[in-house]
């Protein structure tokens, strides 16, 4: 097969627009973690996951986080 050069520059441009949503969706993982209601540890050590193995921390967070017990919930004054 004969790579063209819009086919190569087509193939570099998704893999920036993966890396992109890649570190999109580890920075909001990361903000949910630091607002979460964790111990100090626990946000430190899914911080380091995600930030050391983004794609692999990601999933294991979904995965093993326990997400709705951690939820920070703000009652209103009123």
Do not use: C
Not at 18 to 39: K, Q, T, Y
Not at 49 to 59: C, R, S, Y
């Amino acid at each position: 097969m004969i790579v063209g050069p819009l086919d190569k520059n087509m193939l570099s441009y998704s893999g920036g627009v993966l890396g992109l949503i890649v570190l999109i969706l580890d920075l909001i993982v990361i903000f949910e973690v630091i607002n979460s209601s964790r111990a100090i540890s626990g946000k430190l050590g899914w911080s380091l996951l995600v930030f050391f193995f983004p794609i692999g921390g990601l999933v294991l967070y979904f995965i093993f986080s326990n997400r709705a017990a951690h939820t920070q919930r703000y009652d209103p004054i009123a």
